[in-house]
C-alpha cells in the first residue's frame, strides 16, 4: 500500500547515513566519533581556505541528511563598540535575531558557497587521521585493561628475532627477552602468552607480551586449579627457569585442603595441563612454610634435606643432603 511504501522510505538510510554506518563497522569506533571527526574537518578546512582569523567556528551537521554549516559565535555587544570576528553590535545582531540581547551568543552561519568541493579536497586526511587516533585510542582502553592476564594470539612474523603476534585487533611484540630459549616459533602458530605491558607511544599502542614470564605460571595456575583462582589456595612464590624447570610455592588458606593436591590434580591432570602449555617445561610444586629452613628444604624436593643452616649476615643457606642426592638437590 501506500501507507507501507512511505513507512518503508522513512526506514531507508540516507546515502549520508549509510555511508557513516559503513564507516563506523570498517574501522570498529563509535558512530559519534565518525561525526566528531567530520566536524574537526570541516572547521580545519574553513580555516585553511578561508580568512578565518579571530573567528570562533563551529560545523553543525544534520546526521540525517549530511547538510552541514559553520557556524561563527558571535557576543553581542552594546552599538558603539567595536566589531570583531567575535563581537557583533546589537543592531547588526538584531538584524539576524529580532529579540537578541546584549551580552548574549550567536551562532552566524558563514558557510562558504562552494565550500562543499573545498571541504572535501582538503578535509580528507583530517578525518582519517582523527579516526586513526580515536582506533588508537580504543586499542589501547581495551588492552590496558588486560595487562597480567594471559590472552591468545597468532604468531604473523620474525622481525630482529622479535616474534609479533597478532591479538585480534592489535599487534604485539615478544622479544628475545620474553621468549622461552627451547621454544621455536613460526608464522600462523597460535600461542598463548602473557600480557606484560602496554604502552602509548605516538605510533599507537605498543603491546609487550611474554612466555618466559614467571607470573604466566601464575595465570595458569588460576585457570587450571579452581582453588588457586578462588584463593583458597594461596601461591607463595614462583622460581622459573623457563623452558627447563620451574618450582611453586603453595600454602592453603583453608582448614583440610591440601594445597600440593589441589595443584596436581587427580592423577595430575590440571599439573599436566600446565606442563603441555610450556612444551614440557618440568614444574614442581612444594609446600610453603612461614620457617625459613623448612621452605629451603622443601625448595629443594625431590632431593632430601639433612640439615638446612641459616646464614643470615648474607641471606644464604647451607644445605646437607645425601652424597647419592647431590645432584638431584
Not at 570498529?28 to 580568512?51: D, H, K, Q
Not at 567595536?82 to 550567536?106: C, F, H, M
Not at 594461596?234 to 618450582?247: F, P, V
Amino acid at each position: 500500500t501506500a501507507a507501507g511504501f512511505v513507512e518503508a522510505s522513512r526506514a531507508m538510510k540516507s546515502p549520508f547515513e549509510a555511508s557513516i554506518s559503513q564507516l563506523c563497522s570498517e574501522k570498529g569506533v563509535p558512530r559519534e566519533v565518525v561525526m566528531e571527526a567530520i566536524e574537526a574537518a570541516l572547521i580545519s578546512a574553513y580555516r585553511r581556505n578561508f580568512n578565518a582569523a579571530g573567528q570562533n567556528v563551529v560545523a553543525e551537521i544534520d546526521p540525517a541528511t549530511g547538510m552541514y554549516h559553520i557556524l561563527a559565535l558571535k557576543e553581542v555587544v552594546p552599538d558603539g563598540e567595536e566589531e570583531t570576528p567575535s563581537r557583533l553590535p546589537l543592531s547588526k545582531a538584531r538584524a539576524i535575531k529580532p529579540d537578541a540581547q546584549v551580552g548574549e551568543t550567536l551562532r552566524v552561519d558563514v558557510t562558504p558557497a562552494n565550500f562543499g568541493r573545498i571541504a572535501a579536497q582538503t578535509a580528507k586526511q583530517v578525518v582519517l587521521q582523527k579516526l586513526r587516533d580515536a582506533e588508537r585510542k580504543l586499542v589501547y582502553d581495551e588492552y590496558v585493561e588486560r595487562e597480567g592476564e594471559i590472552v591468545f594470539g597468532i604468531v604473523q612474523r620474525i622481525e630482529n628475532r622479535n616474534v609479533i603476534v597478532e591479538l585480534g585487533r592489535a599487534e604485539a611484540i615478544m622479544p628475545p627477552a620474553e621468549q622461552v630459549p627451547t621454544e621455536r616459533y613460526v608464522p600462523g602458530q597460535r600461542l598463548r602468552v602473557y600480557l606484560v605491558e602496554v604502552q602509548d607511544t605516538p605510533r599507537g599502542p605498543q603491546l609487550i607480551v611474554s612466555r618466559s614470564h614467571r607470573l604466566m605460571l601464575r595465570r595458569l595456575f588460576e585457570q587450571e586449579v579452581p582453588e588457586v583462582y578462588n584463593g583458597t589456595v594461596e601461591i607463595k612464590a614462583i622460581a622459573r627457569e623457563a623452558g627447563s624447570r620451574s618450582k611453586v610455592a603453595v600454602a592453603a588458606r583453608q582448614e583440610g585442603i591440601d594445597p600440593v593436591g589441589a595443584c596436581v590434580g587427580v592423577r595430575g591432570v590440571r599439573i599436566q595441563n600446565i606442563v603441555n602449555e610450556l612444551n614440557g617445561e618440568k614444574v614442581d610444586i612444594v609446600p610453603w612454610s612461614p620457617d625459613p629452613a623448612t621452605f629451603v628444604a622443601n625448595a629443594l624436593s625431590p632431593a632430601q634435606a639433612l640439615r638446612v643452616e641459616l646464614r643470615e649476615a648474607d641471606r644464604t643457606a647451607l644445605v646437607v643432603v645425601p652424597d647419592r642426592q647431590l645432584s638431584l638437590a
